[in-house]
């Protein structure tokens, strides 16, 4: 499967941002998608990921409460709606597929198949 991540931009703190990840090439309902981020100078981390049916979603600790992932798998889309940006969530956000069901994360960008290109969310202060 081939991703495309996009939505990205430049908010302000509190500010809101949804980003998407269109798939193609594979019926997207076999995969988990989940979406990682690298800040400036850091590793890439987990952020939020969704089973294939969209009927379990996990989050990091620090997005939870903040940050909804989601998915329309008639449009080959995955969503990730961000709310109450803060300066801390700077990094380059991206999707990322790992074929099968999800039962518990999987936090290893290593165990995902295909990438998305990335996009850059700048939240200034």
């Known amino acids: 499967v081939q991703l495309q991540a996009s939505g990205g931009g430049l908010v302000q703190a509190g500010d809101s941002l949804r980003l998407s990840c269109a798939a193609s090439g594979r019926t997207i309902s076999l995969y988990t998608i989940t979406w990682f981020r690298r800040a400036p100078g850091k590793e890439r981390t987990f952020a939020a990921t969704?089973?294939?049916?969209?009927?379990?979603?996990f989050y990091a600790d620090s997005v939870k409460g903040r940050f909804t992932i989601s998915r329309e798998n008639a449009n080959s889309t995955v969503y990730l709606q961000m709310n109450s940006l803060k300066p801390e969530n700077t990094a380059v956000y991206y999707c990322?597929?790992?074929?099968?069901?999800?039962?518990?994360?999987?936090?290893?960008?290593?165990?995902?198949?295909?990438w998305g290109q990335g996009t850059l969310v700048t939240v200034s202060s």
């Open positions: 969704i089973a294939g049916d969209g009927d379990r979603t």
């Open positions: 990322a597929a790992k074929l099968g069901r999800l039962f518990r994360p999987t936090y290893s960008p290593n165990s995902y198949s295909s």
